[in-house]
């Protein structure tokens, strides 16, 4: 299956923050998130794994407790049911990758 990116409609997150849902099947879904300096992706969790790739930016992720800078390039995994939160340090875009899939997103 192909899809494009310029098909894709934004949805708002969080203020400053937007969110394309790129690909999805039952068990994998690809989502690019877009952020606005300072913008934050609040703390939560969630049952899904999630693995995600900074595809621009410079962001301060916390997971578990733990919080790290990460760059353009680098990648974070959340487990199932871990609080995890984002700032973005400069405008930035996230590309997450969750399993299964985000029945929510698709609301």
């Keep these: 299956m ?3 990116n310029k098909d894709v409609i934004p949805t708002d997150c969080e203020p400053g923050v937007t969110r394309k849902i790129l690909c999805y099947s039952d068990d994998l879904m690809m989502c690019e998130i877009s952020f ?3 913008s934050k992706g609040n703390f939560h969790k969630h049952e ?3 693995i995600t790739y900074i595809a621009k930016g410079s962001f301060e992720f916390t997971i578990g ?3 790290k800078i990460v760059n353009q390039g680098d990648s ?3 487990p199932s049911n871990v609080e995890h939160g984002v700032t973005a ?3 930035g875009i996230l590309v997450d990758v969750f399993n299964p899939m985000r029945k929510d997103f698709l609301k």
């Design 2 to 4: 192909f899809k494009y």
């Design 36 to 38: 606005k300096k300072g």
């Design 48 to 50: 899904h794994l999630q």
């Design 65 to 67: 407790g733990e919080t």
């Design 76 to 78: 974070v995994y959340m």
């Design 89 to 91: 340090l400069e405008d």
